[in-house]
């Protein structure tokens, strides 16, 4: 099997469209019916086979959801397999499965290991039941440290925590113990996301009804600052706005390549693909995705080509969202441009070192107006 490089080969996403219950805030496609489970493991084959060729070694597999452990073993296996033997993988190929605590156990994680999955990423959310019955959550506190014990069991699988904070409810307190608590198992990964209120969510539904609010910016800054700083003070790099790696060999090799441009493929319905300045994604539908992929046609919903232009823009909008920034050169170099970038470095929200351009703390705090400020649109 063919060496690759490890930030420039593509990535593969199966997207795992299956629940057992829908989280209120969640605005990924996903359904509670089990029914179709059979024919949408034989229609990912049948999309696989579409791109057989089309892609260089992968080095990443993410299966995500959705919620992939909600699949059997037998059901995942015979997933597993059929990418096998329709695609190439590098030999240190970083594969993850996104798990739900009350799904593993570690006779199921040793299975998952021995199916070639090194990367569980463990969606806890919380530990505290009554942020978890918040959330809508069907695991508990008890459940979500029960799975970091079962992970921490087999040594070489890597562990990625995902958790929410900045809710209603949540207290700085409450959310520096659940952090507290999640470091005693040395999670190589931590995924921090402030909780957003979707607009085609029920949370976004219980807003518009005044039912639930945002916290103010004011309160979602203190909590953003709050994780940020300790958790670099214990030993995590602040990679991107949302994501910590214990070790720079640690960070999320997958999702670096959205935030790259490096082509990926989505399989699965309601999946993304990006390759050659082309963005494509699938029917938000699993009943359609298989009918289409059953009668020979593409499951595809919808596609862009990107302009050079749009290319730039959204390497703007994506790098300064993480710790590297971006090339100096991709901006116009205009006057205007270098009298912005210099009152940016002035009032300490980006730093320019060695030809790069790249957010502080506080710029991560503006990172989505950043890249119109540093556009010379005249």
């Given at each position: 099997m063919q060496q690759?490089?490890?930030?420039?080969?593509?990535?593969?996403?199966v997207h795992v469209p299956f629940c057992k219950t829908k989280c209120p805030y969640c605005d990924f496609y996903s359904t509670t019916?089990?029914?179709?489970?059979?024919?949408?493991?034989?229609?990912?084959?049948?999309?696989?086979?579409?791109?057989?060729?089309?892609?260089?070694?992968?080095?990443?597999?993410?299966?995500?959801g959705g919620t992939p452990t909600s699949l059997s073993d037998l059901e995942l296996t015979l997933l597993i397999e059929s990418l096998r033997k329709h695609f190439s993988f590098s030999r240190d190929t970083e594969v993850t499965l996104e798990a739900n605590p009350d799904d593993i156990t570690h006779q199921r994680l040793a299975y998952f290991h021995d199916l070639g999955i090194n990367r569980i990423s463990l969606g806890l959310q919380s530990l505290h039941d009554n942020e978890l019955k918040y959330l809508g959550r069907r695991n508990n506190a008890k459940q979500n440290q029960r799975a970091l014990q079962y992970v921490r069991s087999i040594p070489s699988l890597n562990l990625a925590v995902d958790l929410i904070y900045a809710f209603q409810g949540q207290t700085r307190t409450s959310w520096l113990k659940t952090l507290e608590t999640v470091l005693e198992f040395h999670p190589e990964h931590l995924s921090c996301y402030q909780l957003t209120l979707e607009e085609n969510t029920p949370f976004g539904r219980m807003e518009r009804e005044g039912q639930i609010r945002p916290l103010s910016e004011d309160e979602q800054s203190d909590f953003f600052l709050t994780t940020s700083e300790f958790l670099e003070a214990s030993g995590y790099i602040h990679y991107e706005i949302s994501n910590f790696a214990r070790s720079?060999?640690?960070?999320?090799r997958h999702n670096t390549k959205y935030w790259r441009h490096i082509p990926y493929l989505g399989l699965g319905p309601g999946a993304h693909s990006f390759q050659a300045g082309i963005r494509w994604w699938n029917l938000k539908s699993v009943e359609l995705y298989c009918q289409a992929l059953a009668g020979g046609q593409t499951p595809m919903a919808g596609s862009e080509s990107l302009s050079?232009?749009?290319?730039?823009?959204?390497?703007?909008?994506?790098?300064?969202?993480?710790?590297?920034?971006?090339?100096?050169?991709?901006l116009d170099g205009s006057h205007q441009v270098k009298h912005t970038l210099g009152q940016l470095q002035?009032?300490?929200?980006?730093?320019?070192?060695?030809?790069?351009?790249?957010?502080?703390?506080?710029?991560?705090?503006?990172?989505?107006?950043?890249?119109l400020m540093l556009l010379d649109l005249d």
């Open positions: 690759s490089n490890l930030t420039e080969s593509p990535g593969l996403y019916s089990r029914s179709a489970v059979k024919e949408w493991l034989s229609a990912v084959q049948k999309e696989a086979l579409l791109y057989a060729k089309q892609f260089a070694d992968f080095n990443t597999l993410y299966l995500g720079p060999e640690h960070l999320s050079q232009e749009q290319l730039t823009l959204e390497s703007l909008y994506l790098g300064l969202r993480t710790k590297d920034g971006i090339s100096a050169r991709i002035a009032a300490g929200l980006v730093e320019l070192t060695n030809g790069k351009v790249m957010p502080t703390l506080k710029g991560f705090l503006v990172a989505d107006s950043l890249p």
